[in-house]
């Protein structure tokens, strides 16, 4: 199953066919459809559709929410006029109806004034009230976007799993660095408490046998405060989820968002017991890595 990013933007235009008591000319306005998202909690869905085509809406809202899960989604529908340099003529109907009206409203309104040319060719430019033959068209239209839409966010998808996989394989690379990386330490650090110890010690007359068992005992102490194996085992264990959760698609932005989490605790508390640069080191580069998977998987459905 794919993994979707709530990013996406899409749009598409169709020619709609007009009823057979709608007056204006074939092929003088082009119904538009455009559908963006951007990342988000839940699904925020919006619509900004011309006032005769509000009866869509819900039937909008149902292919959108059958698609989408999270984002905010934004999408707009529009009607453009056509014609000879973008001016639509009034057809002998509608002028007889935008006449007709102006004598009812100077029926009762005896001071209002006749309408001018640029007036007529205005509201004429509106075009004719929108019919419910255009629902239908405008349906299609918004399945044939959504396919768009759905297909650009699989892509989007695709490219944020291929990077999330890469920093996977680049933690578990860091982790194996660190494995061996303590043993080591506990080690040096041993020669160095039995150092210490005899250089204290050296000028009395004191068991170098008990320096030696005081030096391993406090060694065997910094080894527990030092230990970061849990941290590792864990890490490994969220990584393993993640590419399990990668490698079966769907819905899986909110779980790795909390995978990510934990793995930034598991990288905090390894900084946090370094006993040397070079685990400090690893352990900001591990920080890095997820910080960089969390801001990516922000975007994931």
């Given at each position: 199953?794919?993994?979707?990013s709530?990013?996406?933007y899409a749009?598409g ?5 007009a009823?057979?008591?709608?007056d204006?000319?074939p092929g003088?306005s082009v119904l538009?459809?455009e559908i963006r ?16 085509l ?8 149902e292919?959108?929410g059958?698609r989408?899960?999270?984002g905010?989604?934004?999408l707009?529908?529009w009607i453009?006029q056509?014609?000879?340099?973008g001016?639509?003529v009034?057809?002998v ?7 007709s009206?102006q004598?009812r409203v100077?029926?009762w309104l005896?001071?209002?004034?006749a309408?001018s040319v640029a007036e007529?060719?205005?509201?004429a430019?509106r075009?004719?009230?929108v019919?419910?033959?255009w ?8 399945e ?5 839409f ?6 989007e ?6 990077m ?9 690379g ?7 990386l303590?043993?080591?330490i506990v080690?040096?650090?041993?020669e160095?408490?039995v150092q210490?110890i005899?250089?204290?010690l050296?000028?009395?007359a004191a ?10 005992v406090e060694?065997?102490?910094f080894a527990v405060?030092v230990?970061v ?5 864990r890490?490994q264990?969220?990584l393993s989820?993640i590419?399990?959760l990668?490698?079966r698609?769907g819905e899986?932005g909110?779980?790795?968002d909390?995978?990510?989490q934990e793995?930034h605790?598991e ?9 040397s ?7 900001v580069?591990m ?5 960089q998977?969390r801001?990516?998987?922000q975007n994931?459905e």
């Amino acid at each position: 199953m794919p993994v979707y990013s709530m990013t996406g933007y899409a749009t598409g235009q169709c020619l709609p066919r007009a009823a057979a008591s709608d007056d204006r000319a074939p092929g003088t306005s082009v119904l538009g459809l455009e559908i963006r998202a951007v990342n988000g909690r839940f699904l925020d869905l919006s619509l900004r559709l011309p006032e005769d085509l509000r009866m869509a809406e819900p039937a909008l809202r149902e292919r959108v929410g059958a698609r989408v899960r999270r984002g905010k989604v934004e999408l707009r529908v529009w009607i453009e006029q056509r014609g000879d340099g973008g001016m639509r003529v009034p057809t002998v109907a509608e002028l007889q109806r935008l006449l007709s009206a102006q004598e009812r409203v100077q029926a009762w309104l005896t001071q209002a004034r006749a309408l001018s040319v640029a007036e007529v060719l205005q509201l004429a430019q509106r075009g004719a009230p929108v019919t419910t033959d255009w629902i239908e068209p405008l349906l299609a239209l918004a399945e044939r976007v959504l396919d768009d839409f759905t297909a650009a966010r699989e892509r989007e998808g695709a490219r944020l799993v291929c990077m999330l996989r890469d920093r996977v394989a680049q933690l578990r690379g860091l982790a194996a660095q660190a494995e061996p990386l303590v043993p080591q330490i506990v080690a040096q650090q041993r020669e160095r408490f039995v150092q210490r110890i005899q250089d204290a010690l050296g000028a009395t007359a004191a068991d170098p046998a008990a320096a030696q068992e005081r030096a391993l005992v406090e060694a065997a102490a910094f080894a527990v405060r030092v230990d970061v194996a849990e941290e590792l085992t864990r890490l490994q264990s969220h990584l393993s989820e993640i590419e399990r959760l990668l490698q079966r698609g769907g819905e899986v932005g909110k779980r790795l968002d909390f995978l990510i989490q934990e793995l930034h605790r598991e990288a905090n508390t390894l900084g946090a017991k370094s006993a040397s640069l070079e685990l400090t080191r690893l352990s900001v580069d591990m920080k890095v890595l997820i910080e960089q998977m969390r801001e990516q998987v922000q975007n994931l459905e």
